[in-house]
């Protein structure tokens, strides 16, 4: 299960005409708690910097799946709310249960056809109820050190 926090980075950027200016960008990192959150962003947003950067929030953010994509044109990142639709077997009553979903992709459109995609394989049917493109730049889930890796300390 991961552990999703958006993590809002102010940095400098350089404008046209050689200016810079303070931006603050939202990404999401999956960590364990807050105190690794920050330190993750930071490690991953270092390399692109050229100046201060500070990390201004953090926030746990709720998502229960993540679809991405390695096409180069699926640049942007939807929030999907999906409404699972079961029926109780005792009271035949239909529940719903409510999930977000992030979904890497070019445009709405394609957001959808990648979530329907995605799902192809779920035996539960489900509802779309809002797809909502969000703010993130990127997406750093967690990777596993290599097993050849110098480790951080020698016992």
Known sequence: MNNWF?????TE????????????EPYLVDALNFTEAEAR?????????????????????????MFTSELENCDKWYKVKCAFVTIDEKT?????TTQQMLVQASDLRDAVQRFDEGMKGSMVDYEITLVQETP????????QK???AKP???A
């Open 6 to 10: 958006e993590c809002k980075v102010r």
């Open 13 to 24: 950027k350089m404008m046209e005409g050689g200016a810079t200016k303070k931006v603050t």
């Open 41 to 65: 962003i930071i490690d991953e947003i270092t390399p692109f910097c050229n100046g201060q950067l500070e990390v201004v929030d953090i926030k746990r953010a709720r998502y229960c799946e």
């Open 92 to 96: 035949q009553a239909e529940k719903r």
């Open 136 to 143: 993130l730049l990127d997406v750093f889930p967690y990777q």
């Open 146 to 148: 290599a097993e050849n």
């Open 152 to 154: 951080e300390y020698e």
